[in-house]
């Protein structure tokens, strides 16, 4: 079956930096996404990763490596307005996005 | 902008009803998607579509249809809701390309009792 963990929930530092870890097995892979959700609201896009490697967009980072089936999200400079979910999902050979249950990450001042 | 809307944020409505959720984009996209979300649980795909009258199956499709009788607009029907379809509801489109992404609305949370 396709599977996609994530851990369910971390606490971190306002100021600190916090990996969000996902791991994936799946029926193929066409990229890997990370979005945002805050409480009650829509997710939204932060990155998307098809190629082994880390992708940096400003305080967010994104590393795959397909060999292992294994992705993290990289926050710096945490901020009170990142506590939020972080969904990890992949994109199969059908074209399909798997999704994690997310992370719901809590920032402490 | 990007825009994706929902008829409704919050509903409620009675065991056995018919309740129709309205989703439009207007960002032209072709693809548009049904997703239901549960604590603890990821995003579960219900129906989606490529095209205007073209719809297929998702991973739970059981108790739901859907129509699409024009690009800018997906219509998901319960025909007859019962309290295990409590949840919140998510559309979504994105266009055909590269990275898929896709376009959330705000949800609708559905109270069925």
């Known amino acids: 079956g396709q599977n996609i963990d994530q851990p369910t929930e971390m606490t971190a530092t306002e100021g600190a930096i916090v990996q969000i870890n996902c791991t994936y097995q799946?029926?193929?892979?066409?990229?890997l996404f990370w979005y945002q959700q805050h409480a009650g609201e829509a997710p939204t896009f932060l990155s998307y990763?098809?190629l082994d490697g880390l992708e940096e967009k400003g305080r967010f980072s994104s590393f795959l490596s397909r060999s292992k089936g294994y992705s993290y999200l990289l926050l710096k400079e945490l901020q009170m307005k990142d506590s939020a979910s972080y969904l990890c999902a992949v994109m199969d050979s059908n074209y399909q996005l798997i999704w994690g249950a997310g992370t719901k990450l809590i920032i402490k001042p | 902008d990007v825009k994706v809307t929902q008829s409704s944020r919050y509903l409620v409505k009675r065991t056995g009803e018919k309740v129709f959720l309205e989703c439009v984009q207007d960002m032209d996209h072709e693809n548009m998607f049904w997703y239901r979300q549960d604590p603890g649980l990821g995003l579960r795909l219900i129906y989606f579509s490529y095209d205007v009258k073209m719809k297929e199956k998702g991973d739970i499709p059981e108790g739901y249809s859907v129509s699409r009788e024009k690009k800018e607009r997906f219509s998901l029907i319960l025909e007859s809701a019962s309290t295990n379809q409590t949840s919140m509801y998510l559309c979504?489109?994105?266009?055909?390309?590269?990275?898929?992404?896709?376009?959330f609305g705000p949800g609708t949370r559905l109270t069925v009792t």
């Open positions: 979504a489109s994105s266009r055909t390309g590269d990275i898929n992404e896709q376009y």
């Open positions: 799946t029926s193929g892979f066409n990229g």
């Open positions: 990763n098809v």
